[in-house]
């Protein structure tokens, strides 16, 4: 009996080990190579829908589905450019509010469709119809922000796509630039289910494998002359914990890990295998008072000195001075930072005279003393809570913390609150965060106006808009705000405008101004790839070096 | 014994039930999941449309009805993040989880029977010290930390074992595509190994000291002393009649472990990038992905039930004292 | 000794004495403490493990005694400083060094102790009381209520307590209660089992049946005449489950599930430690490492022998293991 198992296993081992190399090759999982560019990522798209991109829902699948699919115009590389792409240029009706795109002739999609005006068209209608049930960046925030009304093919090359007023040009022409274009005739063929999972792209890669929960194999597409294609593969490698994809890094498993913990840095570059990059990054990070009366932390507590006090602007403009950005930036994000001035990046257009706020705390107490808030027995001035979340490089929850700790030091009590994100955001949403908030939100370098969209004007309801989630209620940026697109065809008095907007929000906070998150990216020392400041990664443009 | 069967089974549906319907509330009380599938600038309106359109805005009973009815049918729904049925997105990834559950219940039964055994025999000796202070030790670090360490010492310093990944063995295998599955069974070892080990050693630390304890007691008993002074070799004593007798404890617990092991993978499956359900679920709470939440937790516990019912059925078959009805 | 026997002569009363005090040592019933006390010093490593956890719950105690310093105080210009760091007057500043954010690592440990013990203590005694309670009610009532309690016990088994911890969590947010709350209900089946199973076999005895026929209620019989009869296995399995929610603690933590970031704990300590890991700031891990090590195979220690000595039927029945 014994020796039989015995007999049949050895026989089972032998059998395996003679006939594998015989059979097929046995699947792997990619590593780099002179053709294979492996990027690590740490959320696993959800859907590759093109019309479904980013937001909570898709995770990462944007920066995937950038090389599957083309835009209209793209945003470059370089800081501020807004490239053609499918279409060579575009007009502008005399009011604004029609953008017609000329593309280029002779392109087509993955499975040899023809792809025209109709195509591109199609992607904006298709992604917008409330039918379809999108959400994401196309469907939630361009649409939102662009006022899109609908778009139309005006012959085989031109299309044009409605809103319902003019806009900033390059605030607008970024928006354009993140819908994916795709085929219409591919896409209606396939149901949403085959569509989430198939991808029948318009970029300079198709995708050729993917296996969940694993990694995402693309292949680079031949003839694609708009961009280049410096490997033949792109894998994306899905690896949840950073400290694993560095050693994936370290290994040289990996050639692109972007937003590792900066505290590897140092065994990153030890390794010899990768560079360990900080840049400025373009995701605003701050403070938000929120200015909110009937947020249910007033209403329920209405003696709550703290909450009542941040009402008051020259308190706002006290708690400015408590924060000392600099050394967050050199102790903890090991780096160093711009203070920002206004809600707009310091590497965007932003206020071209204003100082940011000095660290300075005697400073701080004088002004709150002035105020009307001295120290108590206790040493407090008063008590605020300050929700945040749980997030990684420049939102870290060391760096929350160190702004807590740096406001209580001027007695200032102020307690860090770490919620669910969705917890978080639900409160944010309905303007009930606070009565300061943790909080970080997407930047450009390409348009101020993209970065002060965050807080609309009385159109939108100003203080009421959602999205000005401090619900900061100033008269003169409101109406700014409103005048702005009016004044689109006059760059200069536009620009003067923006100006004094943001002198406004310098001097009635209602954030206390951070930084722009700086940002890190592992570059495998084999390849030379531009790091961009945005959230994107563009693998297309990696290429092996000379030498290797 | 049918009977039995049969009763489990329809417990088995009672458990299902209680289970989805206690996830059911969790994941609704934890606030209105709509805030996850609009954009953070969506005006009330646009919520209020999601709302209905995700079918959120329904009553609570009969959102959970409907779930029920339609799961009775087989339809689990759409996930929300994936945008294709969840049963196929979580049935994606049950090979991976399982892979890791069995491979770390045989190396935690493989490695902790000799151990055990080895210490009993040896007991009061330096060995047997030696021994269950490792097992001591063995479970006094959590899964990941034992993870992040294999990785750092075997993948990053002598660079013997990849640092994480995946190769597929058993998915093949349920497919029918038994060539392929054999071709990948070299690679799908080398990765499985790390893993493995983090998730099985504490179930080792523990079996073992659980084995060495279930023989000494053996060893104590009327039968082995009469078996001695028969004359028979220590051998044999062993084989014939500790080994055998303690086995019944410990079959019990072994199957125990297999559900035990389950809780491990969701940590270890993160660290390794082990493309389970764990990670899934884990991501699919935090997203909010209803329909795909509650596919996952009604697959894994059937999962469970079935091994806790194995385990029972096990233990009759092993001491037929016990009669199951 | 009976009284035609003369005593012996040749023996001296001192001496006669001094045996009968021998022999009353040997079998005069020992205080339930002195038989402890004397197992535990011949098994020795219990005494080591005794006097660990002593000193681990002095610490816990006293915490703002021994700590040097406030545990969530941020030093931003002294950031992972390595052990034994001095400060610019030559003073020994760091005794265990600094973590990412310039807190101190020892006062992070030292406070750590009392978190660990607390949520350890807290949880078992919630999921050991509730399920002690719920197992002895099915055990002793039987019927419709035993069928529903061990049904709830069916439904919590087949719930993978690690997604359990995640939905509730998720839901309550981080605190320490509610960690204690979801490590508490995790293992009540446990308890509640072992208690029913015992209970079905007293709940026969016949003492049971004599308090029983001398009138008294069932709540009386549940909780004066079985409970204690039943709380042996209970006590040997509880000590084993501290150790386990202190590593359960450990894992929520490394999925960042669990005590706010104001909280001090060793599994939160050592999760955060992985970022720095390859970077060589290896105090970071060691020391809550050590901590959580040592508590661990005390308690281990202090369960195996607490079931050799109090219930030696449950040697290799495989419980509380």
Redesign the interface.
Known sequence: MKLKLTLALSLMLIL??G??PM???????PVPDDDTLVIAING?P??M?PA?VG?????SNFRIMMHTFATLYELGQASGAIDPYLAHSFTVSDDGTEWTFHMHEGLTCDDGEPLTAEDAAYSFNRMAD?AN?F???S???VV??TGFVEARADSELDVTIVARKPQNRAMRLGLYSEVLVHCKDSYEAMS??EA??NVVGSGPYSLAEW????YMSLKAVEGFGLRPQGFENLVW????????A???V??G?VDIYKEF?A?????IRNSGMAEARFFPGTTRTYIGFNLNPDAPFRVENPDDVGAQAIMRTDVRVALQYAI?TD??CE??LLTTCERATSLVNPSNADHPTLEPYPYDPAKAEELLDAAGYPRGDDGVRFSLEMPAR?LTGAMA??V???TA?MLTDIGVQT?????????W??A??THDLGPLYFGRTGGSEWSAQYDMADIPGHEAGCGEA??NYTNWNNDFWCTGWDTLPSLTGDPEAERELEIAMLEEFYNDPPWIMLFAGPRTEAVSNRINYQSRADYFITGYSATLKDDM | MHTYIIRRLLLTVVVVLGVTLLTFLSIHLAGDPTFFYVSERASAEERAEARRRLGFDRPLHVQYFDFLFNLARGDTGNSLTHRVPAFDVVMERMPATLELTIGGFLLSTIVAFPIGVLAATRRGTMADGTLMLGAMLGQSMPGFWLGLMLILFFGVTLRWMPVSGHVAFLKPLFEGRIDEALTNLPGAIRYLLMPMVAVSVYSISRNSRLIRSAVLEVLRQDYVVTARAKGLTERTVMMRHAIRNALIPIVTVLALQFAFLLNGVIVVETVFSWPGVGRLVFDAVSQRDVPLVLTAVVLLSFLFVSANLIADLMYGFLDPRIRLE | MSATQEPNPAMSESRISAIDRQIDEMYAPQTFWQRATSSMVRARYPVVAIIFLTLIALCAILAPQLAPKDPNRIEIFDTLKPPLSYDRDGELEYILGTDSTGRDVLSRVVYGARISFFVGLAAVGLGGGVGTILGLTAGYLGGRVDDLIMRLADIQLAYPFILFAIMILTILGEGVLNLVLVLGVGQWVTYARIARAETLVQREREFVEAVRALGATEWRIMFRTILPNILTPLIVIASFNVAGVILSEASLSFLGLGVPESVPTWGAMLANSRNQLLSGSWWLAVFPGLAIMFTVVSLNILGDWLRDFLDPRLRGSGQGL
């Not at chain 1, 490698?237 to 694993?244: D, L, W």
């Open positions: 395996m080990l006939l594998a059979m097929s090759s046995a699947q792997t999982v696993e959800g859907s829908d479904q937001g909570s829902t898709g995770g409330p049930g959400t994401g960046n469907a939630g925030f939102a922000s949403f289910e989430a999972r296996v969940p929960g694993e490698r899905f690896i949840p914990e950073p400290s694993t560095v050693a994936e370290i290994t498993n913990p505290s590897q840095a140092e065994a000392d050394a967050i102790n903890l749980r929850p060391e929350v913390l160190a700790q307690e860090a609150i770490f919620q669910e994100s969705g917890d955001v639900a944010l949403i959602e999205t």
